[in-house]
Nanobody
Framework: QVQLVESGGRLVQAGESLRLSCAASGGSISRYGVGWFRQAPGKEREFVATIGWSAGSTYYADSVEGRFTVSRDNAKNMVFLQMTSLQPEDTAVYYC????????????????WGQGTQVTVSS
């Protein structure tokens, strides 16, 4: 079983960039596909981006395509989400989740979750 801890969330202005980190412990993240999801107040958790175990496959939600980039460093046991051109609608708690499947585009496919990190984008 792997434990995940997200970090990097904070308050930023619209148009700014931010990088979120997802640190794994208790196991090698290289064995898992990892997805980033977000949840805004009053809304369901939604898919943002995912990366396969070998980093050969990445997929993005239409709302972030071209602005967000997911990457991983298996040697450091970490996964990252680089976010650029942030907008107020990107405000949410961001979660990383590990799946024993290839990738995680649905929350139901995630086996292990982090606790989340708050991203707030002001206009």
């Amino acid at each position: 079983q792997v434990q995940l801890v997200e970090s990097g969330g904070r308050l930023v202005q619209a148009g700014e960039s931010l990088r979120l980190s997802c640190a794994a412990s208790g196991g090698s993240i290289s064995r898992y596909g990892v997805g980033w999801f977000r949840q805004a107040p009053g809304k369901e958790r939604e898919f943002v981006a995912t990366i396969g175990w070998s980093a050969g496959s990445t997929y993005y939600a239409d709302s972030v395509e071209g602005r967000f980039t997911v990457s991983r460093d298996n040697a450091k046991n970490m996964v990252f989400l680089q976010m650029t051109s942030l907008q107020p609608e990107d405000t949410a708690v961001y979660y990383c989740g590990a799946t024993q499947g290839g990738i995680a585009t649905m929350a139901t496919s995630v086996h292990f979750w982090g606790q989340g990190t708050q991203v707030t984008v002001s206009s």
